[in-house]
């Protein structure tokens, strides 16, 4: 499956943004897929994942709260509604797909080429 992401930006804190990640080649339903995110100097860290069918959501402790993630099977798409922005938010997002829910948060197989999300003080 290929994927592309979409919708970074430069945004002030306190702000929104909603990412989007466009995929094709494969069934998308048949993949979980998660966001991802690389701060400069930082480790890649995963924001949040859901499954192939929504059944199963997961967000990661530091965005608890202000970020949302969400697919829609029709259109090939996933997004990342990002509110309440911090300044500590800053970084390269990418979304990713694997064959499990399990899988894709810690190896996915299939990465977007980034976006990137800068968020000002």
């Known amino acids: 499956v290929q994927l592309q992401a979409s919708g970074g930006g430069l945004v002030q804190a306190g702000g929104s943004l909603r990412l989007s990640c466009a995929a094709s080649?494969?069934?998308?339903?048949?993949?979980?897929t998660a966001w991802f995110r690389q701060a400069p100097g930082k480790e890649r860290e995963l924001v949040a994942r859901?499954?192939?069918?929504?059944?199963?959501?997961a967000v990661s402790d530091s965005v608890k709260g202000r970020f949302t993630i969400t697919r829609d099977n029709a259109k090939n798409t996933l997004y990342l509604q990002m509110n309440s922005l911090k300044p500590e938010d800053t970084a390269v997002y990418y979304c990713?797909?694997?064959?499990?829910?399990?899988?894709?948060?810690?190896?996915?197989?299939?990465w977007g080429q980034g976006t990137l999300v800068t968020v000002s003080s």
């Open positions: 859901i499954s192939g069918y929504s059944t199963y959501t």
């Open positions: 990713a797909a694997a064959v499990s829910y399990a899988r894709v948060s810690h190896t996915p197989e299939y």
């Open positions: 080649g494969r069934t998308f339903s048949s993949y979980a």
